[in-house]
């Protein structure tokens, strides 16, 4: 059916920047809106930004003025540019879409996860 495949993680350096994409493949009625989460090593699973349809975003404190969530509709994709990262940012990074059918039934699509890892 319908799911989202994420690339661009990997290794980067403090004070790096590094950029995720996410892409939902198969056919999608509507997406409503769109966010990246992470969950770093003894910690919950946190918001770290999300857009809506309409534009409206929201971050994290701790990423605020560092990353930037974009969407591009036409290809129900979702990106997350990381600036000025800090070893802080180490997390496994999921992509989230909250997603809606033609019957008007909503659903939340989730990533598989891709590690993001932040040296000194």
């Known amino acids: 059916q319908v799911q989202l495949v994420e690339s661009g993680g990997g290794l980067g350096q403090a004070g790096g920047s590094l950029r995720l994409s996410c892409a939902a493949s198969?056919?999608?009625?509507?997406?409503?809106?769109m966010g990246w989460y992470r969950q770093a090593p003894g910690k919950l699973r946190e918001l770290v930004a999300a857009?809506?349809?309409?534009?409206?975003?929201n971050y994290a404190g701790s990423v605020k003025g560092r990353f930037t969530i974009s969407r591009d509709n036409a290809k129900n994709t979702v990106y997350l540019q990381m600036n000025s990262l800090k070893p802080e940012d180490t997390a496994v990074y999921y992509c989230?879409?909250?997603?809606?059918?033609?019957?008007?039934?909503?659903?939340?699509?989730w990533g598989q996860g891709t590690q993001v890892t932040v040296s000194s």
């Open positions: 989230n879409a909250a997603s809606e059918m033609a019957s008007g039934y909503a659903y939340d699509l």
């Open positions: 198969g056919s999608i009625f509507r997406i409503n809106a």
């Open positions: 857009s809506t349809s309409t534009g409206s975003t």
